[in-house]
């Protein structure tokens, strides 16, 4: 294709860039962008790729390396690469997760790996918690040589389990010229809980965690000059999202992999957001990398989401986390009339449920809103506040999904955002007669380049378009027969036989070594049989697959980089908060998350039998200072 000149270039599919993002934008160096809630920071990276790319600033052999922290944040920003670029050139953008992205290299180069160090092929993924912890450190201490148990106990003693390994873990590098004998007692710690990790355990498989993974990662880009120097060959540049929540492991892989004059790296994110401390999140990610990458720091000053009221009382809590925090402004407007955020006070959890149930209902009816243009946010164990609100919620003839659930060896959410279940939904969407042309336009450019089929070349796009119809037509002609389990069976596996998963394997980096496709094939089909288990139609399936008249339940973590017209946040007290102590800039952060994910409207719940408030009491003092009133729901009110 022909390339644009850099100062002719224009972004795509929105009016323009605020003057900060420009500049962002064209800086062909490392740089760090700090954007606020609403700035569009996934909209200024797929920008920044469309002009890399459109420009040939990024060479025809090369590529742009994005790097997010979840899989729908991943998708996200490549499916508005692919909605910015022409297909030669978007499939040179690669969006992957830093998990998907580190076991990638590990299993690729498996064979670089030496020694002791080496798993077992395949291997388990595992999520150890702090009992694993404590469990490895009793395991630990009754198997060290008597003369040196002091000293390891002595070290255990310093170190906690919810840290242990994303801190310390985290930050050790495994060492080049195989295992030699440490000499430290935490050194000696750490090389004992990887190799308990890597050596095969009862299954007779190695059983490792993404941390063990990273450094596995990480240890193969050092110590193999050929893979690193493939590695910054392929990508002159590099995006990270979400650069706040930045791990020491993710870290210290990114100075081995891209610390070179070779790569430019765009970190984006907002230490406002910080969040993910508690999972080992740097404290100091942006100040780190702008030092040792050389990195100029642009912020965005815009905000594109929340409605002046919303951003006036963000703004507030934004100065509790840092005192020197520039105001920004919005593009948005009020669309609503009274207030932007209330605090609902209720005295027990029927009330509280009935309450909110009651209002989601009303104002549904009264401004044309869609289930999902709430969400329900807490601060951890959703299934907490699901049953209640569940209940209450039904007498309006509405649904609650808890979206952090577990499905297989995934979440519903992530499950949801995997290339995978996004082909096999847009057929099945097909295939029960919708006639939805941008689903049909979406479906066609996802299977052409699932069939790797070149633009230059009608007659191949024009065959397996014709392919494509065949199919649909008949998956809807086999989905006008009766609705049964056995039916639904036959239609999925009809589905995924033509998705064919070498395709997808050949298409998709992520997909092309591990087990990764295997574990979201299972997921799919478990989610695929529970919802089938609970309908009666083929419209009733895709409705309850799609989550479209489900009000979406999810924590706050999860919720980052999503936006709701309305969002509740239920728990506002100090069980949920258990671990908050005043002034921890973490939970304000949290605190800020939450209330950043409105666009119109946030509302904080408090349950008193739920518990006090104490701990919490600076967010209400936040809240009072920013105007925003308090309501006590009665039993007269929610009858």
């Known amino acids: 294709m022909k390339f644009i000149q850099p100062e002719l270039w224009y972004p795509k599919g929105i009016?323009?860039?605020?003057?900060?993002?420009?500049?962002?934008?064209?800086?062909?160096?490392s740089t760090s962008v700090i954007a606020s809630p609403g700035a569009g920071k996934t909209e200024f990276l797929a920008q920044k790729a469309a002009y890399l790319l459109e420009t040939g600033l990024c060479p025809p052999n090369k590529k742009i390396l994005s790097i997010s922290f979840k899989t729908d944040a991943a998708k996200n920003i490549a499916d508005r690469v692919k909605q910015r670029c022409p297909e030669e050139i978007s499939n040179r953008f690669i969006s992957m997760t830093f998990d998907a992205f580190t076991k990638n290299l590990v299993d690729r180069f498996y064979g670089t790996i030496h020694g002791d160090w080496k798993p077992t092929?395949?291997?388990?993924?595992?999520?150890?918690?702090?009992g694993s912890v404590t469990s490895f450190w009793h395991r630990l201490q009754n198997r060290v040589p008597e003369n040196y148990r002091s000293s390891i106990v002595e070290a255990v003693d310093q170190m906690t389990n919810s840290t242990f390994e994303s801190n310390v873990v985290g930050s050790w590098r495994i060492p080049e010229n195989g295992l030699k004998a440490p000499q430290l007692p935490r050194d000696y710690i750490i090389v004992m809980w990887l190799l308990e990790q890597i050596e095969a355990s009862g299954n007779d498989k190695s059983n490792?965690?993404?941390?063990?993974?990273?450094?596995?990662?990480?240890?193969?880009?050092?110590?193999?000059?050929?893979?690193?120097?493939?590695?910054?060959?392929?990508?002159?540049?590099?995006?990270?999202d979400e650069f706040q929540d930045t791990t020491y492991a993710q870290y210290d892989f990114l100075l081995s992999a891209f610390r070179s004059n070779e790569v430019a790296v765009t970190a984006v994110g907002d230490y406002k957001q910080r969040i993910m401390g508690w999972a080992g999140a740097r404290g100091d990610a942006f100040h780190q990398f702008e030092a040792d990458f050389a990195a100029e720091q642009i912020p965005l000053l815009l905000n594109h989401r929340s409605s002046p009221e919303l951003v006036r009382i963000q703004h507030v809590i934004a100065q509790a986390i840092d005192h020197n925090v520039r105001e920004v402004q919005t593009s948005n407007h009020k669309s609503i009339s009274g207030e932007s955020a209330w605090i609902c006070f209720s005295k027990n959890v029927?009330?509280?449920?009935?309450?909110?149930?009651?209002?989601?209902?009303?104002?549904?009816?009264?401004?044309?809103?869609?289930?999902?243009?709430f969400s329900v946010l807490v601060r951890q164990r959703p299934e907490d506040y699901e049953e209640q609100l569940s209940y209450?919620?039904?007498?309006?003839?509405?649904?609650?999904?808890?979206?952090?659930?577990?499905?297989?060896?995934?979440?519903?959410?992530?499950?949801l955002a995997e290339e995978l279940t996004s082909l096999f939904s847009n057929l099945l969407k097909l295939g029960l007669g919708r006639r939805n042309a941008q689903v049909w336009s979406q479906l066609s450019a996802d299977v052409q380049l699932l069939r790797n089929t070149s633009q230059e070349d009608d007659k191949v796009q024009r065959?397996?378009?014709?392919?494509?119809?065949?199919?649909?037509?008949?998956?809807?002609?086999?989905?006008?027969?009766?609705?049964?389990?056995?039916?639904?069976?036959?239609?999925?596996?009809?589905?995924?036989?033509?998705?064919?998963?070498?395709?997808?394997?050949?298409?998709?980096?992520?997909?092309?070594?591990?087990?990764?496709l295997e574990i979201n094939l299972a997921a799919l089909e478990e989610f695929f049989t529970n919802c089938v288990d609970t309908?009666?139609?083929?419209?009733?399936?895709?409705?309850?697959?799609?989550g479209s008249n489900h009000i979406p339940l999810m924590t706050i973590h999860k919720s980052k980089g999503l936006e709701f017209d309305t969002a509740i946040?239920?728990?506002?007290?100090?069980?949920?908060?258990?671990?908050?102590?005043?002034?921890?800039?973490e939970g304000l952060s949290t605190f800020f998350v939450a209330l950043s994910r409105a666009k119109q409207r946030a509302i904080f719940s408090y349950c008193q039998q739920r518990g006090q408030r104490s701990k919490v009491a600076d967010f209400y003092a936040l809240l009072k200072a920013a105007g925003v009133q308090e309501y006590e729901v009665s039993p007269s009110v929610v009858a």
């Open 15 to 29: 009016d323009d860039l605020e003057p900060n993002a420009w500049q962002a934008l064209r800086r062909l160096k």
């Open 121 to 130: 092929k395949p291997y388990e993924v595992i999520f150890p918690n702090r």
């Open 208 to 240: 490792l965690s993404f941390t063990t993974i990273n450094r596995l990662a990480e240890y193969i880009i050092r110590t193999n000059d050929h893979v690193r120097r493939a590695l910054r060959e392929t990508y002159s540049f590099v995006f990270i």
């Open 350 to 373: 029927y009330h509280e449920a009935s309450y909110l149930a009651q209002w989601i209902f009303s104002e549904m009816k009264s401004r044309s809103l869609a289930p999902r243009d």
């Open 392 to 415: 209450y919620l039904a007498q309006y003839g509405l649904s609650l999904r808890n979206e952090n659930v577990r499905i297989g060896k995934t979440t519903l959410q992530d499950l």
């Open 463 to 516: 065959r397996v378009e014709r392919r494509l119809a065949v199919f649909v037509s008949e998956l809807r002609e086999f989905m006008q027969q009766s609705f049964n389990p056995e039916n639904a069976r036959l239609a999925f596996e009809r589905i995924i036989s033509f998705i064919d998963l070498n395709d997808l394997r050949n298409t998709f980096s992520r997909y092309a070594t591990g087990d990764l």
């Open 535 to 546: 309908q009666i139609s083929w419209k009733g399936l895709l409705d309850e697959f799609e």
């Open 569 to 585: 946040f239920m728990g506002t007290d100090d069980n949920a908060w258990w671990s908050y102590k005043q002034g921890d800039t």
